[in-house]
């Protein structure tokens, strides 16, 4: 069964830095894009970044650009996302997700059949 799990969240203050940490089991990610998502309390999901199979192409949400950067280890079947100024806007339980339909927007949830169980990222002082 193909599994996704999610880590490296936890609890930082604002300005400091994470790396959320993606690893695939049961499905190779040099076959498979992967977004990161993200849901903060009484928000719906967002995107936040987009890695192609390649790992030749990367996406992200203008609230990511400059501060996350996305990167994949197919030695490891893992996708990893730097977050660096955290501000506590970025609190949110971060997902992973591996893509299945092409055709849609990288941020669109309906393009993703596999999904991780979520991180909790929280940014507070």
């Known amino acids: 069964q193909p599994q996704l799990v999610e880590s490296g969240g936890g609890l930082v203050q604002p300005g400091r830095s994470l790396r959320l940490s993606c690893r695939a089991s049961?499905?190779?990610?040099?076959?498979?894009?992967i977004g990161w998502f993200r849901q903060a309390p009484g928000k719906e999901r967002e995107g936040v970044s987009y890695?192609?199979?390649?790992?030749?192409?990367?996406n992200y949400a203008d609230s990511a650009k400059g501060r996350f950067t996305i990167s994949k280890d197919n030695a490891k079947n893992t996708v990893y996302l730097e977050m660096n100024n955290l501000k506590p806007e970025d609190t949110a339980i971060y997902y992973c997700?591996?893509?299945?339909?092409?055709?849609?927007?990288?941020?669109?949830?309906?393009?993703?059949?596999?999904w991780g169980q979520g991180t909790q990222v929280t940014v507070s002082s």
């Open positions: 997700a591996a893509l299945e339909q092409y055709g849609l927007k990288w941020y669109d949830e309906r393009g993703y059949y596999y």
């Open positions: 049961g499905l190779a990610l040099d076959n498979y894009a």
């Open positions: 890695i192609s199979f390649s790992g030749n192409i990367k």
